[in-house]
């Protein structure tokens, strides 16, 4: 039996008829790893020696009647969360030697389920790029061309299910940092509901992990099935014991609907700010016209959508307020410089940027009521949808470009050049309100890559778009292996 691609829910089933062990799976987990990750550079940390021993603990404890959500599942972990023991550097080589002694929470929520943690996945540096380098750990390959990126933040996560490296990974998301990856590589991501999985532990060295969910980004899951999506979900899902309490537990309403046909979606494909390329718009066109086969209701506009400049300006602020308070005082007071100076373009987004980065207390929280009134748009919006179907980025995965002034570097939509980081405004629709969104395969480009969409859906309501992603895996299939 081949098992390095098989999901995790059927690995499950396969240890409980007695088919494999957990030692088996894990052992084959490192061996597809030494023999491939070579070409690949996922892997930027190896446990093995401590995973051999957890599957040998998992047999066990299925030996005894056991049956935990994760129990003998071989697993990897982003760079950036915290495990007791292994190196934590966000790709910074000064914390190259940084080695925490307790747990993220999402991690310590992994090995209470049971799961077998291999190693952790390669990142860019400070997590700031939709490609993963940096100095200490080097380069992530995407499995389906070396020559090119396999996404960020999270792209060593996307990378390493790509290639089979074990059947779940985490990773986390702020600006399309598991959407971007699980879309270059073929993958399925889930960017949850703001708040929903505590981020304690992830948190850059050698800060403290303290109870905070801070802003905009989220911890989630990442798998190669929409099933186990929501089988990961389910366990890091829950309040941080520190702040709520272990009493406490968080229930998700269920989805909304268990039938294609029962679905109400809103497609966009276009973005007053961005041109959408052609194999993505096509991949969109292709989810949507597998819901209206199945059924669904789909339209194309509707009054009740937020404006997209507005949401788009709006998202450049926040995020940037987020980035510019950890920058050294110096680079700060310089941008501070800069932002009182004339903008050429005084709307565009370089000019939102660098204006966040140094907006006072009294700008965010004027930005911070504008995107409240963004939410309650939201809102009204899923009173008449189900959810929004839209790219998460512009193009496949680009050719590598380690350029180190971003400013420099360029992407290409169908023969046209646009600034490097503008390509993140897609992501930003659901990052900025908080709002759940999951990445699903849509096919490939002309050129054999991937193509993925999001499904954004209700807060709170995060079985709602991962429902509807399992329904059209069985529609029009969801991952495949790389040749």
Same mark, same amino acid.
């Given at each position: 039996m %081949? ?8 690995l ?15 052992e084959?987990?490192i ?12 892997i930027?940390?190896?446990d093995?020696?401590?995973?051999l ?6 047999d066990?404890?299925r030996?005894r ?8 599942i071989?697993v990897t ?15 910074m080589p000064r ?6 002694? %307790? ?5 310590s ?5 049971? +799961? ?6 390669n990142? /860019? ?7 993963? *380098? ?16 396999s ?8 990378? +390493?299910? +790509? ?13 399309g940092?598991?959407?971007?990856p ?19 532990g ?5 800060a ?6 801070g ?5 989630? /899951?990442?798998?190669?099935t ?6 990961l ?7 941080d014991p520190l702040t ?20 109400r979606?809103?497609?966009?494909? %276009?973005? /007053? ?22 059924? =669904? ?5 509707? /009054?009740l ?23 050294? =005082?110096e680079?700060?007071e ?9 903008i ?7 000019? =939102? ?17 504008h ?35 971003r ?7 169908d023969?046209v ?13 659901a ?5 759940? +969104? ?6 490939r480009?002309? %050129? ?11 807060m709170?309501?995060?079985r709602?778009p991962?429902?509807?992603a399992?329904?059209l ?5 969801? *991952?495949?292996?790389?040749?």
């Amino acid at each position: 039996m %081949e098992w390095g691609f098989l999901a995790a829910e059927e690995l499950s089933a396969a240890m409980r008829a007695g088919e494999v062990s957990s030692v088996e799976l894990t052992e084959d987990a490192i061996a597809r790893i030494e023999r491939d990750d070579k070409a690949i550079n996922a892997i930027c940390v190896r446990d093995f020696d401590r995973a051999l021993a957890a599957a040998r603990r998992a047999d066990e404890a299925r030996a005894r009647g056991e049956d935990r959500p994760l129990l003998g599942i071989p697993v990897t972990v982003k760079e950036s969360y915290n495990v007791a023991g292994l190196p934590t550097t966000w790709g910074m080589p000064r914390y190259a030697g940084f080695v925490p002694a %307790e747990d993220a929470v999402a991690v310590s929520r992994l090995k209470a389920a049971g +799961a077998v943690i291999l190693g952790k996945t390669n990142v /860019p540096f400070m997590l700031g790029d939709w490609q993963s *380098f940096n100095e200490i750990y080097g380069t992530t390959n995407n499995p389906w061309d070396h020559g090119r990126t396999s996404g960020g933040s999270s792209g060593g996560s996307a990378a +390493a299910l +790509a290639s089979g490296f074990g059947s779940l990974s985490i990773g986390s998301d702020l600006a399309g940092s598991l959407r971007n990856p699980a879309h270059f590589c073929g993958v399925y991501a889930h960017k949850p509901t703001f708040g929903l999985v505590p981020t304690r532990g992830m948190v850059p060295p050698p800060a403290p992990a303290l109870p905070s969910d801070g802003d905009l980004a989220v911890c989630g /899951p990442m798998a190669r099935t929409a099933r186990d999506l929501t089988l990961l979900l389910d366990v890091m899902a829950g309040p941080d014991p520190l702040t709520l309490g272990v009493a406490y537990q968080l229930t998700l309403p269920p989805a909304r609907h268990q039938r294609i046909s029962d679905f109400r979606v809103l497609v966009l494909d %276009e973005h /007053p700010l961005i041109a959408t390329g052609s194999a993505v718009r096509a991949g969109v066109n292709r989810v949507a016209d597998a819901l209206v086969d199945g059924g =669904a209701r789909v339209e194309r506009h509707s /009054p009740l959508l937020p404006d997209l400049t507005e949401a788009a300006m709006l998202y450049a602020w926040l995020l940037s307020s987020h980035q510019g308070a950890r920058m050294p =005082a110096e680079a700060y007071e310089r941008l501070r410089t800069r932002a009182a100076e004339p903008i050429a373009d005084d709307q565009g987004l370089d000019a =939102a940027r660098l204006r966040g980065m140094v907006l006072s207390h009294r700008d965010w929280i004027e930005a911070d009521i504008h995107r409240e009134l963004h939410r309650h748009s939201w809102r009204r919006l899923f009173a008449e949808f189900d959810a929004v179907m839209c790219p998460i980025t512009s193009i496949p995965a680009f050719p590598h470009d380690h350029n180190p002034d971003r400013g420099e570097r360029r992407i290409d939509i169908d023969g046209v050049e646009y600034p490097y980081i503008d390509h993140s405004v897609w992501a930003g629709l659901a990052t900025m309100p908080g709002l759940p +969104a999951t990445a699903v395969p849509a096919g490939r480009s002309p %050129e054999g890559l991937p193509v993925g969409v999001q499904l954004i859906g209700p807060m709170f309501e995060d079985r709602t778009p991962l429902r509807l992603a399992e329904l059209l895996e069985q529609k029009i299939g969801g *991952f495949q292996a790389p040749s």
